[in-house]
């Protein structure tokens, strides 16, 4: 019985899912063997919305196509789709994306859990059915007899950023038009919440979802740059929802906000001594003199003035973030580094996918609009190449809570941490390495961040955006793919732009 269920939940999936496209050089059949892979690494001990012999038939209807000469890169891009379908949950009020999934006592309904929201509608903008993010989307904000759920802002988000960032893929302005009120009332209540008189916006660790971090504490009411970059990010949205409603007293309204955070910003977390952004401590209102990874998020929104680049010098500096298997949660010099780990959840220094990813989208946004960044594009690759590492265990693709910064092992070795739905990865692939770069207006951008000579050829293919299937190919040859040398870009199987080098080009849609 158990069997016929999963055929006829195959079946009605292709009749219920709009296909919104197809590749137009790829082919599915040619990585199905990563999904068959995958379906035989576990036994499958919890199911949800779409079960592992479902999720192929799934991924063909919702996913892009990536297509890389190394194929560690291509592996882990599918693995990823693979388990965001698995976070997938059926409910009464619709679907909705869990973080874990084992039940966690401190969920909201539904097992839900805000502190990777942003997270997840950032990866999830790429898939080609909305209904999904639609629907999670409107049980949080909705899903509780027409309110928010209860711990919405439970954990600091990015949640207005990301829906805005999704309409520059989707262009559902209609969702935009619908939701406007909900974000607004939501801005304004973290505006009530969590700013202090002085301007800055301040958060636990802890409901930052950093907990144990050398400069705060689970009681420590500290201005972060992570809730402040967090906000600032939310009221530029607040400004580009306003923008395209045609509301332009709401529009300068918003800006208003955001410039404000930012000069708070770069007055009263930016310390000159270490060149970064810091905590500020509540306790004597004074820097708290410790480079934590969240000092990289003011750029995942692209805040801080050019001058501030130089915290970037650190990155790459192995007494400070970079270890063997990626990017530290906190300096590696300092003394409190690994120091006090504490309940399963260390941020002092070991190495979280949700760090990672906030700090190699904050890089790809410094790379794509500085002209100084103190960083590279192999700087990027190297990191990025360092993520995909990571998500092994055993030799078989994995993705955990956190790990150890020099051998990466994963400190979270239960099913509590199996399939953790907490950062994104082929988002980064999409808009940072391939580098389509998602925009308001009718143009397309793409600027890879693959360094020259790297490699001699990629596809992305089947991207649904702004309702037209694109396709990016780096082909130095023209062998590879038999379309021409070099960078091209097609909207519809239509040549849009085109380089024979690796560089930003832009087209008409």
Partial sequence: MELLKRYVFIILLFITT?????????KFDDFKHYVEKFNTME?????????????????QQNIPLFSAPDKNFEEIFYF?????????????????????????????????ISSGLGHHIYESRWL????????????????????????????????????????????DTSFLKDYYEDLKTDYAAWEMEKRNPGGLFWQFDVRDAMEETISGGRREKNPRPSINGYMYGNAKAMAGIAGVLKKP?????????????????????????????????????????????????????????????????????????????GITTADRSHPGFRSHGCCKCEWDGAVWPFASAQTLTAMANLLNNHQKPYVTKQDYFSQLGKYVTSQHKNGKPYIGEYMDEKTGQWLTDDER????????????????????RPRAD????????????????????????HGKIITIIWDKTGKKYGKGKGLSVWSNGEKVAASKKLKRVTGSL
Wanted: glycine letters at 4%; charged letters at 25%.
């Fill in 417 to 436: 941490g199996r399939y953790y739905n907490h950062s994104t990865f082929n988002d980064l692939i999409i808009s940072g390495l391939v580098g389509l």
């Fill in 442 to 465: 009718n143009k397309i951008e793409v600027n890879p961040l693959l360094p020259q000579k790297t490699w001699d050829w990629f596809c992305l293919d089947n991207v649904l955006y």
């Fill in 249 to 325: 007293e709401v529009e300068k309204l918003f800006q208003r906000k955001a410039d404000s955070i930012k000069a708070d910003v770069q007055q009263k977390l930016w310390n000159p001594s270490s060149g970064f952004f810091e905590v500020r401590k509540e306790e004597g209102d004074t820097l708290a003199n410790v480079m934590e990874e969240i000092g990289f998020i003011p750029w995942y929104f692209n805040l801080p003035d050019a001058k501030f680049n130089k915290a970037w010098r650190h990155l790459m500096n192995p007494q400070h973030f970079n270890a063997p298997v």
């Fill in 43 to 59: 036994d499958e001990p919890i199911v949800q919305a779409i079960p592992n012999s479902a999720s192929w038939a799934w991924m």
């Fill in 18 to 26: 709009a296909v919104a496209g197809q590749p137009t050089v790829l």
């Fill in 128 to 171: 080609h059915d909305p209904k999904y993010m639609n629907d999670n989307l409107r049980i949080w904000y909705r899903g509780n007899e027409g309110k928010p759920l209860k711990r919405l802002r439970f954990y600091s988000s990015w949640n207005i950023n990301a829906i805005y960032n999704r309409f520059l893929v989707n262009q």
């Fill in 80 to 112: 990823r789709w693979w388990t965001l379908r698995k976070h997938i949950k059926k409910t009464e009020q619709g679907f909705a994306f869990t973080e874990f999934l084992v039940q966690r006592s401190y969920a909201d309904k539904y097992n839900l």
